[in-house]
């Protein structure tokens, strides 16, 4: 049987097991603590990816023509008219240089292809048949229209063939050279007289109708023109008898593609001379772009070139 010391004794040695382990295992417990906080764990570690992630999906693709055009988008190796020669060096090629066409994709607009546009066709007198794009006399039959200003998009819709259909089943095809001033709405269209006539009674002035671009099997090139006061220090270009709207055009210049601003009198603007009277490339609606090279910088002359947009 046990004294009272020994009991007291037993329970001393207890006392100090339990608290001896009990501190041990706070000890371990901050070890740990110290230990998990040091080590790097996977939000870490994601948290110094991330700036780099942002980095690499902010910067644009490069394009990959040697030479980029400013809006960046890709350039291709394009078929090659030879006209006439430049007085700036170096000399232009007189041949024609026969390459692939460019497969980039088509640009916006207002007027797409392969879309149905809902309007009304009313008529004016269209005279010898210039107008807002500046294309000069059109031919005898005058089938032209002006486009309303929405649709007409800064030019952008000169030099479209349409095709404009009648609630009577009767149609024709047109093409934009004019601009048609609100009040007239968008869809509408504001067909030379000679045109209506061959929808409707000229005494209706205004019909329903719906129309759509067209793409048509024209045999001929397409041709440049500079604009009157147009020099090796600020030039005005134009593109005339196209087959497919132009989205845009760019000249070549120290710097490679420069892309011109277009105005609302179908010029493309070189404000400070750069590619004036070298090569340019055009580009379509539908992303086809065509280079040409030996344009001299001849003022108010239509240049013939030996290329054209295909038809679509």
């Known amino acids: ?3 009272a010391r020994q009991a007291a004794r037993q329970r001393r040695r207890r006392h100090r097991l339990i608290t001896g382990t009990a501190v041990m295992l706070a000890a371990a417990g ?10 790097p764990g996977p939000e870490a570690g994601a948290g110094l990816a991330a700036p780099a992630l942002t980095r690499a999906g902010a910067t644009p693709t490069a394009p990959t023509s040697p030479t980029p055009p400013t809006d960046g988008s890709p350039a291709a190796a394009t078929p090659t008219a030879a006209v006439g020669t430049t007085s700036a060096p170096p000399q232009p090629s007189t041949e024609t240089s026969p390459q692939a066409a460019s497969s980039t994709a088509p640009s916006p607009g207002r007027i797409q292809p392969g879309t149905t546009y809902k309007g009304v066709a009313t008529a004016y007198a269209a005279g010898d048949g210039n107008g807002a794009c500046l294309f000069g006399p059109s031919d005898d039959d005058l089938m032209i229209a002006a486009m309303n200003t929405t649709d007409y998009e800064s030019s952008r819709a000169c030099g479209a063939y349409v095709r404009v259909r009648a609630a009577s089943g009767a149609s024709i095809t047109v093409r934009i050279t004019n601009e048609c001033p609100l009040p007239c709405a968008p869809g509408q269209l504001d067909l030379s007289e000679q045109a209506f006539a061959k929808l409707a009674d000229p005494k209706l002035g205004r019909i329903p109708v719906t129309w759509s671009l067209l793409s048509p099997h024209t045999s001929g090139a397409l041709s440049i023109r500079y604009k009157t006061g147009s020099s090796p220090h600020w030039c005005g270009i134009q593109v005339i008898d196209h087959r497919n709207p132009v989205a845009r055009l760019e000249v070549r210049s120290a710097k490679g593609w420069r892309r011109l601003p277009r105005t609302d009198y179908n010029y493309f603007l070189s404000a ?10 055009i580009t379509d609606i539908y992303g086809e772009q065509l280079t040409v090279d030996g344009i001299a910088l001849l003022p108010n002359v239509a240049q013939p070139t030996r290329v054209q947009f295909a038809p679509h």
């Open 1 to 3: 049987m046990q004294t």
């Open 30 to 39: 901050v070890l740990i603590c110290l230990v998990t906080a040091m080590l």
């Open 272 to 281: 400070d001379g750069s590619g004036c009277g070298g090569a340019m490339r």
